[in-house]
């Protein structure tokens, strides 16, 4: 609950939210932690911290490659969850841990989700975890005060996410499109009756990702979601331009989300 | 959780949201075949008339000779069209594909069998048809690469990862959550989300099928022992179907032993001891990882063994101890192959090697009454530029510096 | 003149005389298993468990509504166990090699077919054995050289006349002359001195056999026409060999046009016009040879039909035109190659593809109801190097030159 | 009966007699003739002069390549035949034509036997053509007064030999052991007692060939056999020595052959 009060809390003074998105140890964790400072001095609403795996199997080219070379640079994920620690003491908004289950699996659910509590993370997302195999940890989750958040796509029925709606916390990640991370998506008038329909279907808040990508995109989504995703935007930016363009990026978008604060 | 996608505690189905429907038709799409008689009426006047079954249960009498034991007998699904057991499960898919009423089919490849038998269907059945293959893999077999786009198939060469086997199966997954509503994932073996382990074994159940009433025919009863090498499993689980639960039939995985179960350069999830219980690639069984759960590299002689996971209903046999599973060195594999050329007059895919070798430990215990069946899943004269590089033939090398030579001027 | 030696004027048996007994021998042995049910009943077994027989006869659907005329079938000789229908006749010479008494075979072979056949046989039987090539196929097909090396052959590299395989026939006999006892010559298709044509015939008219039954089975009804590429003749004959004398079936041999049967540079004996009756390598038949005799260079995208003469038996039902002889050009056979590939998923053998090409000319004539059988001799995949440089394939030329580089390090 | 006869008159002066070989256009006419020259200068007793084949199936690597390099070279059937009627005209020794049977049948058997006859040609020895096939043509060649010379083999029975030796005139040519000329010939116990066979089932003089290389092959052939045939050797003299070679080779071996006369 504590994730999805403070959105509300945060809603009502913009028009839109934002989170973002880095890989851990990609291109440093010294780097993402330059990287975060900005996006938090930027004014995002909170950050999915991605724990790399091998087998990013939902993830398109660019956070493919931020997986594969934080791994090949060592990093464990020790390194991941105190870094994780690190970020939810230093700064107010919330964190989250993105990954993929195996690394959870690994470590152990129990242990995982009671360190992650200790840290104070705010929420998980395990995009290949449907409730099929993951209600227990689900469940457990939300005990720890640690929202899931579970994921609807546009090839969700309305009784599916009703179903999934039940297991999750804090929001509902609303795939903007089918496919992987990374490509623009058209925000379009058939994605306007897909988030209608998600809106339909939970009460939770709504956040939008895969493919958003500016300040138009970011616009588009007024009224019809609650928070927008940056995810591999940024990943693009600081490949191509270095860390200190994060937080220019950032303002742009937030001069969208806050316009009407 | 779906308990039918699960073999004790391994299998399930790992799957993103956005595949969710499309599974949910396929599961019903394979209850609906499994429960129509005429489906598998169909499937076996495909496979009898465009590939070669029943495929003939060879008795190697010069081996069992030299090896002075069990009456050697090898199912020979080299024979079957594009040279392997791979064929059954792909012409299976096909035609479930068609009553599904997709016309796009994707599929990993490893070794390039599977793609090459998957581009086959596809040009058979009119689909279009996209094989996802590692960049290491379409270096080391570029032949099959070949008669994939020959056969009208794109090949996508992946980059990502190691670039083999795992990563052209996570890309694959990457098409498929994209373009879900034309296509079907023509999964190469009895891994991945349910309800593929268990479909593929069934398809590849003919094997076992025509196997036991073949041992019957010719050696009069079962037989003591059955080899079959383990990739993904279904092979294995294909020749294993018609005699699980017989008290006088041993079952034998050979896994790919690589440099040796010691060196961390092997495929073997079940019989060494560098695999623990994981969940990648959408199911839950024996990966070969770190204590992170990052997945290691893998390494086999032969491409197709060489694979962070395994058929979560093998992991389930070994749990029950109702398979038992070996190791072969590549090494062995090599004498192995040698050995069966000479002697029999047949080639064996590298892959199917290891099930050989297998066999030929443990013939000379056997008694002459008793006999053993290796399944030989595919021919090795498609595995050319592997074996004569493993052979390291010198006329071999001279004749490719030529022709290379020739193609520069 | 031995009367069941010919075949209206053509056949003979032109042997020098130290070969004289050990034909005698071969006849009275080749009488004796024509006439014993026994041995036919042994050859169908070896052929029913050790290769793939019956195989399958395929209906192509795809490439039957393409052409909107003929229903297409394929007798799929492919599937044999080593690729090609050459098995059929090296296994039964093989068991008359038993029957004989003999422990060693010599073979000629061209595309290395005949040569990985024999080199198999050999292995399977226990027999010594000397494949005979010429220089430009060793070059032209080194990967089936490597497969006979390691099935324990020995491959010499005929260095005389034009290096192919007339050539390599004429140094079989050098051996054969020198090492009759222990040896036997496992002629590869049905020409060469009496009762060689005769024999492979017989041996391969197991194909027709099972197209009858099959095309009865399948069709309803006997096929309009049957389509077979002729090389020495073996395969045409034996899919031919249950169809003689049926009035509703026409029977067509094609025959290597190379760059067009006015260029001078193919290898069409019966249906060109640079072939005159003549003698050579033992029999009597059409040859292509020059005024004087001497015989002429050859050309054809295909090693397996690129040769001077063909069988005794094929020039007498040409002349008597019970058999209609066409020829297809090698750019047409890349082109039915092509579309069979990516309208079926089936590879044939070069060699094949010509019997494809006279079938694609002439199916749209006939009608929906008719059936035509085209006799698949063999598969493709082992004609790679062959078949990439007829596509000009360039990401086989940078895999070869990589391939090369690797070596030469 | 005109070349056996010659031979028993000229076997009556010597204890051997010597048959040598050429192969036609190799390496050139030209040399052919000066070989024949010193052939006849240094006494041997016939010559076989071969037309070359593309297809020689019963030569070993000596003669296959002296055959092919000759058709390489040009050599025509006609200039064969021209030169062979020119030697008979020049030389009193009988000449022979050694050749496969199919550049008589291409010629047109008439027409060559009639042509060979008009040449003065004595004998004709075809390696390809036994008598089930050939039967004919010997007739022909013999009502012509050309001997066709058969062929016994050590493979072959004491039936067949009487068989092949009613077909025949001239004399029989036996090859000394298995396998194709060229190679040397061990003439050892068998092999006296296969020529003591040959001898028993005809009456024609006896040549021995295959393999017969020098001054000791041709003594033990002496009491065994009434000519020796060089073949594949003088081939290698020329093409190793030269022309000029030819004639004290024969020398040597024909010291032996006159050594009682
Ligand atoms: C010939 C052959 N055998 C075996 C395998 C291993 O797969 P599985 O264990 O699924 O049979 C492969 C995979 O490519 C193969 O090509
Ligand atoms: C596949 C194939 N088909 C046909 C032939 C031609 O031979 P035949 O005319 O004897 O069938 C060959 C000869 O090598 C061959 O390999």
Redesign the interface.
């Known amino acids: 609950m504590q994730l999805e009060n403070y959105l509300r809390q945060k809603k009502a003074t913009k028009d839109i939210l934002l989170m973002t998105h880095i890989v851990l140890g990609y291109p440093s964790l010294d780097a993402n932690r330059a990287v975060i400072e900005q996006m938090v001095a930027g004014g995002v609403d909170c950050i999915e911290m991605q724990i790399p795996f091998t087998e990013p199997m939902a993830d398109g080219p660019i956070i493919l490659k931020a997986n594969q070379e934080s791994i090949a640079g060592g990093t464990t994920v020790e390194e991941c969850l105190a870094f994780g620690a690190e970020m939810s003491r230093t700064y107010e908004i919330p964190f989250l841990y993105m990954t993929y289950y195996n690394i959870i699996y690994k470590y152990g659910e129990a242990r995982f989700l009671d360190r992650a509590a200790a840290d104070g993370i705010a929420g998980l997302i395990l995009p290949d975890l449907p409730p099929e195999e993951g209600a227990e940890l689900c469940a457990a989750a939300r005990k720890r005060g640690i929202a899931p958040i579970l994921i609807f796509a546009p090839t969700s029925t309305e009784v599916r996410m009703r179903e999934l709606s039940g297991h999750g916390a804090g929001f509902i990640y609303c795939t903007a499109r089918r496919g992987v991370t990374g490509k623009h998506s058209q925000l379009d008038a058939d994605f306007g009756d897909y988030l209608q329909r998600c809106r339909a279907a939970t009460d939770l808040p709504l956040a939008v990702g895969f493919g958003i990508q500016s300040r138009t995109d970011v616009e588009a989504l007024i009224g019809l979601a609650d928070m927008a995703v940056i995810g591999s935007q940024t990943i693009k930016l600081v490949d191509e331009q270095g860390v200190a363009a994060v937080g220019p990026f950032i303002a742009t978008l937030n001069d969208v989300s806050g316009t009407s604060s | 959780?779906?308990s039918t996608?699960y073999f004790g505690q391994w299998g399930?189905?790992?799957?993103?949201?956005?595949?969710?429907?499309?599974f949910r038709h396929l599961e019903r799409a394979f209850a609906e075949i499994k429960s129509d008689p005429a489906f598998w009426q169909e499937y076996i006047t495909l496979m009898?008339?465009?590939?070669?079954r029943p495929?003939?249960?060879?008795?190697a009498e010069?081996l069992s000779q030299h090896f002075g034991g069990a009456q050697i007998y090898i199912k020979?699904e080299d024979?079957?069209?594009t040279?392997a057991h791979k064929a059954n499960n792909v012409m299976g898919q096909g035609l479930l594909v068609k009553r599904m009423g997709k016309t796009r089919v994707i599929a990993e490849t490893g070794a390039g069998q599977h793609g090459v038998a998957t581009?086959?269907?596809?040009?058979?059945f009119?689909f279009d048809c996209t094989i996802y293959m590692g960049e290491e893999d379409v270096?080391r077999q570029?032949?099959n690469?070949?008669?994939m786009e020959?056969?009208?198939a794109t090949v996508v060469t992946v980059r990502?990862?190691s670039r083999t086997l795992?990563d052209a199966i996570?890309e694959a997954?990457?098409d498929w959550?994209?373009?879900?509503d034309t296509t079907h994932y023509v999964f190469g073996t009895a891994c991945g989300p349910a309800p593929f382990p268990e479909m593929v074994s069934w398809l590849q159940s003919i094997i076992g099928q025509e196997a036991r009433e073949q041992i019957l025919r010719?050696h009069g009863r079962l037989p003591a022992r059955i080899y079959a090498c383990v990739g993904g499993g279904s092979n294995s689980l294909g020749i294993f179907s018609s005699f699980f639960g017989e008290a006088d039939t041993e079952l034998v995985g050979v896994e790919a032993g690589g440099h040796g179960l010691d060196s961390g350069q092997h495929a073997s999830r079940l019989c060494g001891h560098d695999a623990?219980?994981?969940?990648?690639?959408?199911y839950k069984t024996m990966?070969l990882?770190n204590?992170?759960?990052?997945?290691l590299d893998t390494h086999s002689v032969s491409a197709g063994l060489d694979y962070i996971g395994v058929s979560p209903i093998l992991a389930d046999h070994w749990e029950k101890k109702t398979v038992r599973f070996e190791a072969a060195t590549d090494r062995e594999v090599i004498e192995a192959l040698?050995l069966t050329?000479?002697?029999?007059?047949?080639?064996p895919a590298l892959e199917s090697a290891h099930a050989f070798v297998q066999a030929f430990k443990e013939a000379p215990e056997l008694s002459p009454d008793d006999a053993v069946i290796i399944n030989m899943s595919g021919r090795g004269?498609?595995d050319?530029?592997t074996?004569?590089q493993a052979?390291d033939?010198p006329?071999?090398?001279d004749?490719?510096?030529?022709?290379?030579?020739a193609?520069?001027k």
């Open positions: 959780m779906d996608a399930g189905s790992f799957i993103p949201e956005v595949l969710h429907e499309t009898s008339t465009y590939s070669c495929t003939p249960l060879t008795h010069n020979r024979l079957n069209h040279g581009a086959t269907m596809a040009a058979k009119g270096a570029r032949p690469v070949f008669w020959k056969m009208g990502d990862g795992k996570n997954f990457r959550v994209t373009n879900m010719q623990s219980p994981g969940v990648a690639q959408g990966f990882q204590s992170d759960g990052q997945m040698d050329m000479k002697k029999e007059g047949i080639i004269d498609k050319i530029f074996i004569a052979f033939d006329s071999w090398k004749f490719i510096i030529q022709r290379a030579a193609y520069q």
